[in-house]
C-alpha cells in the first residue's frame, strides 16, 4: 500500500469504540404537521441504540462494559490481513464483520431470489442461523412463581423477561416488536388460557389492538387476567397532534424512546436490565394444569418461540412437578 497508494495505514483505534456506531444507530428524523409542513427546532429519535448502550450495564466502565462490537462482531483468531508482505504475522481478536442483528427478513430475500437478483454471495443459510441464535440470546424466559390457589380457582403466574442485550429489546428502527406468548392446557391438550397467540397467515396477534386497527396494545403494568391482553413491548409513536401514528416523518413523540433514555437514572438502567415482570392470573375449571408453552418470538418468527420452549423445558415441564 505505501508503495503502490502512497498511503501508510495505521491503526484506528476508535474503530472499536461503541460510539463508531453511534453515527448511524443514534438518528434523528425531521417532525413533519399533519399538513406536511416540517416543524421547526423539532427531531425525533428514529433510533437511539448508542444513548440506550450508554445508559445500560454495558456502557464503558460499567460493571458488565461490553461495546457494540463485542457482540455485533464476533471474535476471530489467526487473522493476515493481507497477503504481502508475505512475513505478516497473523492477528489475534479480530473482529468479524457479521452484524447479526435480529430479523432475516432481507436474508430470507435474497436466498430465495438469488437467480432473478443476480446474488453472487453464497452462503445466506449460516447467517441466517447466526442471526436466529443472536436473537435467541436477546433474552432470558423465566417462570419466577407459579401458585394454584384451589379456593378461589386460580392459577396465578409470574413470568420475568429479562433484556441481555446492551441497548433497549427490541431496540432500532421503530417498527420492531416482542410479545410473550403464554398458553396453559390440560394433560389432554386442551387450551385453558391463552395470551399472545399468533395468527401466521396473518401475522396477526390475538388480542393485541393494534393488529386489528383498534389503536396501540397498552404496556401490561398489573396482571393479565384475559386473551385480549398481551405483553408487547414495542415503540408507540405519536403525531403532532399527539394521535398515534405509523408514518415515520410524522412522528413527534414516542412513548419508550428518547424520553425514557434520555438523562435516565439507575433505576431506569436497571430497568433495562430486566425489562419486566408480568403477571397472569386466571380462573380455570380443571385442577391439572400445564404450561405448554411461553415463548418471546418477535412478529412473525414463530420458530423462534418454538426454539425458546425448547432451549427452557421449565416452561413446558416445570408446572407438572407441582401436581
Ligand atoms: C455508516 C452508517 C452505519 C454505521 C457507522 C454502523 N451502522 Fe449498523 N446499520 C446501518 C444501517 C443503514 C443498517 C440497516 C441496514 C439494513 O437493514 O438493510 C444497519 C444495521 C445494523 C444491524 C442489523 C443488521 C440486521 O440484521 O438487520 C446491526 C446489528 C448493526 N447495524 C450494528 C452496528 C454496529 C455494532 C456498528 C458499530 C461497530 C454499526 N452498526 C455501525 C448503518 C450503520
Ligand atoms: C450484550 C450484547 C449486545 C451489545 C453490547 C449490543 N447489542 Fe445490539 N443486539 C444484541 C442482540 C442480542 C440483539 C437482537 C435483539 C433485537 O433485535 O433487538 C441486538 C439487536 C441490535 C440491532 C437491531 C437489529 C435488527 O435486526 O434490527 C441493532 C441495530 C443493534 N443491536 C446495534 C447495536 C449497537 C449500535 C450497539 C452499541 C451501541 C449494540 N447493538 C450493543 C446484542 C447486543
Known amino acids: 500500500?505505501?508503495?503502490?497508494?502512497?498511503?501508510?495505514?495505521?491503526?484506528?483505534?476508535?474503530?472499536?469504540?461503541?460510539?463508531?456506531?453511534?453515527?448511524?444507530?443514534?438518528?434523528?428524523?425531521?417532525?413533519?404537521?399533519?399538513?406536511g409542513q416540517v416543524i421547526p427546532d423539532r427531531e425525533f429519535p428514529e433510533q437511539a441504540v448508542y444513548t440506550e448502550w450508554q445508559n445500560s450495564a454495558f456502557a464503558d466502565?460499567?460493571?458488565?462494559?461490553?461495546?457494540?462490537?463485542?457482540?455485533?462482531?464476533?471474535?476471530?483468531?489467526?487473522?493476515?490481513?493481507?497477503?504481502?508482505?508475505?512475513?505478516?504475522p497473523k492477528r489475534n481478536d479480530f473482529g468479524r464483520h457479521g452484524f447479526y442483528g435480529g430479523n432475516t427478513l432481507m436474508l430470507d430475500i435474497l436466498s430465495a431470489n438469488r437467480a432473478a437478483l443476480d446474488v453472487g454471495a453464497?452462503?445466506?443459510?449460516?447467517?441466517?442461523?447466526?442471526?436466529?441464535?443472536?436473537?435467541?440470546s436477546a433474552a432470558d424466559l423465566g417462570i419466577e412463581e407459579a401458585t394454584l390457589d384451589a379456593t378461589k380457582n386460580e392459577l396465578l403466574i409470574r413470568v420475568r423477561v429479562t433484556n441481555n442485550t446492551g441497548h433497549k429489546l427490541p431496540t432500532s428502527y421503530p417498527s420492531r416488536r416482542i410479545y410473550v406468548h403464554l398458553k396453559v392446557s390440560d394433560?389432554?391438550?386442551?387450551?385453558?388460557?391463552?395470551?399472545?397467540?399468533?395468527?401466521p397467515a396473518?401475522?396477526?396477534?390475538?388480542?393485541?389492538?393494534?393488529?386489528i386497527g383498534a389503536g396501540f396494545e397498552p404496556h401490561q403494568r398489573g396482571e393479565i387476567t384475559?386473551?385480549?391482553?398481551?405483553?408487547?413491548y414495542e415503540a408507540i409513536m405519536g403525531d403532532s397532534d399527539g394521535n398515534l401514528t405509523y408514518t415515520l416523518l410524522r412522528a413527534s413523540d414516542s412513548n419508550i424512546r428518547l424520553d425514557d433514555v434520555v438523562g435516565a437514572d439507575q433505576t431506569k438502567r436497571e430497568a433495562i436490565d430486566s425489562m419486566n415482570l408480568f403477571l397472569a392470573s386466571y380462573r380455570f375449571n380443571r385442577p391439572v394444569m400445564e404450561v405448554a408453552s411461553a415463548s418471546l418470538p418477535l412478529l412473525g418468527l414463530r420458530a423462534i418461540g418454538v426454539l425458546l420452549v425448547?432451549?427452557?423445558?421449565?416452561?413446558?415441564?416445570?408446572?407438572?412437578?407441582?401436581?
Open 226 to 232: 384475559r386473551a385480549a391482553q398481551v405483553q408487547v
Open 1 to 35: 500500500m505505501r508503495t503502490n497508494a502512497g498511503f501508510t495505514p495505521q491503526q484506528g483505534a476508535h474503530i472499536s469504540d461503541s460510539a463508531l456506531c453511534a453515527t448511524c444507530h443514534n438518528l434523528m428524523t425531521p417532525v413533519l404537521d399533519n399538513t
Open 202 to 211: 396473518t401475522g396477526q396477534v390475538i388480542g393485541v389492538n393494534a393488529d
Open 310 to 323: 425448547t432451549y427452557v423445558p421449565w416452561l413446558t415441564l416445570g408446572l407438572l412437578a407441582l401436581f
Open 122 to 136: 453464497g452462503d445466506f443459510a449460516a447467517s441466517i442461523e447466526a442471526t436466529r441464535a443472536n436473537l435467541r
Open 61 to 88: 466502565g460499567r460493571a458488565e462494559a461490553t461495546s457494540c462490537q463485542q457482540c455485533h462482531m464476533a471474535r476471530t483468531d489467526g487473522v493476515k490481513i493481507a497477503n504481502r508482505p508475505r512475513n505478516l
Open 187 to 199: 394433560p389432554a391438550g386442551t387450551t385453558l388460557f391463552e395470551s399472545g397467540r399468533l395468527r
